[in-house]
C-alpha cells in the first residue's frame, strides 16, 4: 500500500522556529494534511494543501511541499508550549473515488522552556 | 467544520463483553468513517459507514467484530464485540465535509 513517513520525536527550544517533515509514496496524492493531536484528545486539522500549490501559510504555521520529492513540510514559527502535541501528516488521493487519507505514524513536538 | 461527540470517551471493559460507541456529528454529513488508533502507532481504517448503505470495512475488520450502524446523517454506533486484550486502542469517529476530514475526541477502549 502507500506510505506515509515521519520521523517519530523532534525537541526545540521556546520561541524557535519547529519543521516537521514528512514523505510519501502515492504520486496521485491531492491533498496533504497536517494534523495535531494533544495527549487525552482527537486529532484537529490544522491545515491542508491541494497538491498543485507549493506553499501554504495560515498565521504560524507553514506547509511547504515538493510534489517532486514527495516532501511536505510543516513549519511553526515562535514555538510555544502549548504546541506540544503529536502532529500527523496525511495524504488522500482518489483512488477508488474515496480520498480517504493515509495517515503516518506522528511526530511528537516536544517543546521545552 | 464539523463537530463531533463521541461516547463514552473511555470505558475499561472485560474480555469477551462487547461495547458500542456512539459518534453524533453537529451538521448532516454523508462520509462517516471509523478509525482505530493503538499506541505509538498511525490510524487505522474500520470502515465507512455511509447513511442508507451497509458499512464498507478494510482489509482485517469483519463486521462480526465491528458491527456499525448508520441511522441517520448526524449518527452512528461502531460496536466492538467479543473483546480481547488486544482490542485496547482509542477508537475514533470522523467525517468528511468537502475535502476537510475532522476527527472525534476518540473513545479509549481498555480490556482486561
Known amino acids: 500500500g502507500e506510505d506515509v513517513e515521519q520521523s517519530l520525536f523532534l525537541s526545540v527550544r521556546e520561541g524557535d522556529s519547529s519543521v516537521i517533515n514528512c514523505t510519501y509514496t502515492?504520486?496521485?496524492?491531492?491533498?496533504l494534511y497536517w494534523y495535531k493531536q494533544e495527549p487525552g484528545a482527537g486529532l484537529q486539522l490544522l491545515t491542508y494543501?491541494?497538491?498543485?500549490?507549493d506553499m501554504k501559510q495560515d498565521q504560524r504555521l507553514t506547509v511547504l511541499l515538493n510534489k517532486k520529492d514527495k516532501h511536505l513540510s510543516l513549519r511553526i514559527a515562535d514555538t510555544q508550549t502549548g504546541d506540544s502535541a503529536i502532529y500527523f501528516c496525511a495524504e488522500s488521493s482518489p483512488s477508488g473515488g474515496s480520498y480517504i487519507p493515509t495517515f503516518g505514524r506522528g511526530t511528537s513536538l516536544i517543546v521545552h522552556p | 467544520s464539523a463537530v463531533i461527540s463521541q461516547k463514552p470517551s473511555r470505558d475499561i471493559c472485560q474480555r469477551g463483553t462487547s461495547l458500542t460507541i456512539q459518534c453524533q456529528v453537529d451538521?448532516?454529513?454523508?462520509?462517516m468513517f471509523w478509525y482505530r488508533q493503538q499506541p505509538g502507532q498511525s490510524l487505522t481504517l474500520i470502515a465507512t459507514a455511509n447513511q442508507g448503505s451497509e458499512a464498507t470495512y478494510e482489509s482485517g475488520f469483519v463486521i462480526d467484530k465491528f458491527p456499525i450502524s448508520r441511522p441517520n446523517l448526524t449518527f452512528s454506533t461502531l460496536t466492538v464485540s467479543n473483546m480481547s486484550p488486544e482490542d485496547s486502542s482509542i477508537y475514533l469517529c470522523?467525517?468528511?465535509?468537502?475535502?476537510?476530514?475532522?476527527f472525534g475526541p476518540g473513545t479509549r477502549l481498555t480490556v482486561t
Open positions: 470522523s467525517v468528511r465535509t468537502g475535502h476537510e476530514q475532522y
Open positions: 494543501i491541494f497538491s498543485n500549490m
Open positions: 502515492d504520486s496521485s496524492s491531492t491533498y
Open positions: 451538521s448532516q454529513v454523508t462520509m
